[in-house]
């Protein structure tokens, strides 16, 4: 969509904190009625830009009167010398009379995105409430990842999963080289959900480790690290715990906080999967789909085994009666297996094994076409562990069966005495996928 390639105009809204830099170099925070010159970058309040990218979700509030009175002078001319500008009524673009109305700019900005969203251009020739005037042309552009300003970089943490009793390591670096050392402190803590998360000194040991790039070796974090001028990269690294016990998977997470240097954001983290080497789960995942196509299933160890695992598979009807699907009614035929060997799908006509190593096996049903309109209706795959080691000896999930058919268009009348108003309700039996407009 065509959007603003550089703001400039009067600010008649703002949702988030929004500068611009003044000469001194300082950030001035923008309020409503500030005027925004031609070539003036709109700041976020680290300093990085914020970039303009389409944001059809967005709506604009109801506009106060001090809104709707700011709105209506922006047609007016500031004096008599000022000529209209290049926009309805003409002229050489020297002021901000009439000309391209532009949707309330809306700011949505995640830690990471900074990005500022701009709604879908209204069909009326109205002047939106909350609208920003502007003489430029228009551009059409794709939106694209903000990009870290070229003198601050930003400081990321990446986890790299492990095996219980193998080291879990992580890096800290750096979007780009600085011209000066920077300093950073890194923590060791739990993992950010503390449903499953891991705790330093019981599922890992109590002393980080670094990479040392001049020695070549890891060696103990005994303070602060420092990147040095250049360096975009440190190593860090931590021992897990090997232990007996059946667990789900545990996640750790390391913490860099710049203590001295300059960068976009003063601190990051991130988790790392710390997964168990004991008896696998056997997991069933199911894939949603549309009536008259197959509802796809896979039957799932979290780690490999070191033996075969035997289960037995079960078609049941959805795990709530209420929206559940008929097997045989809903669906067609038997289950079917994908062959890895044959690279077919093949009739289930018994048990299944998942050969040492394996993880994995895929299974479908094919679902009813039918004609009549019905809700969303969900289908059940069981899984029954038979041979092998497992942490739980069965495992089940829903898959759902959406329907293809059109929603009838109801009209309901309600009766009243004269004098009173009748009421009428006007319904689809059904959710539409897209927008139903009557007259």
């Given at each position: 969509?065509?959007?603003?390639?550089?703001?400039?105009?009067?600010?008649?809204?703002?949702?988030?904190?929004?500068?611009?830099r003044?000469?001194?170099?300082?950030?001035?925070?923008?309020?409503?009625?500030?005027?925004?010159?031609?070539?003036?970058?709109?700041?976020?309040?680290?300093?990085?830009?914020?970039?303009?990218?389409?944001?059809?979700?967005?709506?604009?509030?109801?506009?106060?009167?001090?809104?709707?009175?700011?709105?209506?002078?922006?047609?007016?001319?500031?004096?008599?010398?000022?000529?209209?500008?290049?926009?309805?009524?003409?002229?050489?673009?020297?002021?901000?009379?009439?000309?391209?109305?532009?949707?309330?700019?809306?700011?949505?900005?995640?830690?990471?995105?900074?990005?500022?969203?701009?709604?879908?251009?209204?069909?009326?020739?109205?002047l939106?409430?909350?609208?920003?005037?502007?003489?430029?042309?228009?551009?059409?552009?794709?939106?694209?990842?903000?990009?870290?300003?070229?003198?601050l970089?930003?400081?990321v943490?990446?986890?790299?999963?492990?095996?219980?009793?193998?080291?879990?390591?992580?890096?800290?670096?750096?979007?780009?080289?600085?011209?000066?050392?920077?300093?950073?402190?890194?923590?060791?803590?739990?993992?950010?959900?503390?449903?499953?998360?891991a705790?330093?000194?019981?599922?890992?040991?109590?002393?980080?480790?670094?990479?040392?790039?001049?020695?070549?070796?890891?060696?103990?974090?005994?303070?602060?690290?420092?990147f040095?001028?250049?360096?975009?990269?440190?190593?860090?690294?931590?021992?897990?715990?090997?232990?007996?016990?059946?667990?789900g998977?545990?996640?750790?997470?390391?913490?860099a906080?710049?203590?001295?240097?300059?960068?976009?954001?003063p601190?990051?983290?991130?988790?790392?999967?710390?997964?168990?080497?004991?008896?696998?789960?056997l997991?069933?995942?199911?894939?949603?789909?549309?009536?008259?196509?197959?509802?796809?299933?896979?039957v799932?160890?979290?780690?490999?085994?070191?033996g075969?695992?035997?289960?037995?598979?079960?078609?049941?009807?959805?795990?709530?009666?209420?929206n559940?699907?008929?097997?045989?009614?809903?669906?067609?035929?038997?289950l079917?297996?994908?062959?890895?060997?044959?690279?077919?799908?093949?009739?289930?006509?018994?048990?299944?094994?998942?050969a040492?190593?394996?993880?994995?096996?895929?299974?479908?049903?094919?679902?009813?076409?039918?004609?009549?309109?019905?809700?969303?209706?969900?289908?059940?795959?069981?899984?029954?562990?038979?041979?092998?080691?497992?942490?739980?000896?069965?495992?089940?999930?829903?898959?759902?069966?959406?329907?293809?058919d059109?929603?009838?268009?109801?009209?309901?009348?309600?009766?009243?005495?004269?004098?009173?108003?009748t009421?009428?309700?006007v319904?689809?039996?059904?959710?539409?996928?897209?927008?139903?407009?009557?007259?």
């Amino acid at each position: 969509m065509s959007i603003l390639a550089v703001s400039a105009g009067i600010v008649t809204a703002l949702r988030g904190d929004a500068f611009i830099r003044s000469p001194e170099g300082e950030l001035v925070p923008l309020k409503i009625g500030d005027r925004v010159q031609a070539g003036e970058a709109i700041l976020g309040p680290n300093g990085e830009p914020l970039e303009v990218a389409p944001g059809a979700t967005a709506r604009p509030p109801a506009a106060s009167a001090e809104l709707d009175q700011a709105v209506a002078n922006l047609d007016a001319p500031e004096s008599e010398e000022d000529a209209p500008a290049a926009g309805l009524a003409g002229g050489d673009g020297t002021s901000l009379g009439e000309g391209l109305r532009v949707d309330r700019v809306v700011e949505v900005v995640s830690p990471q995105a900074g990005a500022v969203r701009v709604n879908d251009l209204p069909d009326s020739d109205l002047l939106v409430p909350g609208s920003l005037t502007d003489q430029r042309a228009l551009v059409t552009t794709e939106p694209t990842p903000p990009v870290p300003p070229a003198t601050l970089p930003f400081l990321v943490v990446f986890g790299q999963d492990a095996v219980e009793g193998k080291a879990s390591e992580f890096n800290v670096n750096l979007t780009q080289a600085s011209a000066t050392p920077i300093t950073v402190r890194l923590e060791l803590l739990p993992g950010t959900d503390p449903v499953d998360a891991a705790t330093p000194g019981v599922d890992t040991a109590t002393a980080l480790e670094y990479f040392n790039g001049v020695t070549q070796q890891w060696a103990a974090v005994t303070g602060d690290l420092t990147f040095a001028a250049g360096q975009t990269g440190i190593k860090v690294r931590v021992a897990t715990v090997d232990d007996a016990e059946v667990e789900g998977v545990e996640f750790i997470q390391l913490k860099a906080t710049v203590v001295s240097g300059a960068t976009a954001n003063p601190f990051n983290s991130n988790d790392a999967a710390i997964t168990d080497n004991d008896k696998p789960y056997l997991v069933v995942y199911g894939q949603d789909a549309e009536e008259g196509q197959p509802t796809q299933f896979s039957v799932n160890l979290t780690q490999a085994s070191p033996g075969p695992v035997t289960v037995k598979l079960d078609l049941l009807a959805g795990s709530d009666p209420v929206n559940a699907a008929t097997p045989g009614v809903d669906t067609i035929g038997p289950l079917e297996f994908f062959n890895t060997t044959s690279q077919q799908w093949e009739p289930v006509a018994g048990d299944l094994t998942l050969a040492a190593g394996q993880t994995q096996l895929k299974v479908r049903v094919a679902t009813l076409n039918d004609a009549e309109v019905e809700g969303v209706e969900f289908i059940q795959l069981k899984a029954t562990v038979l041979g092998g080691e497992t942490a739980n000896p069965e495992a089940s999930n829903d898959a759902a069966i959406t329907d293809n058919d059109k929603p009838y268009l109801v009209v309901y009348g309600q009766d009243a005495e004269e004098g009173q108003p009748t009421q009428f309700t006007v319904n689809l039996t059904q959710a539409s996928p897209g927008p139903v407009t009557v007259k």
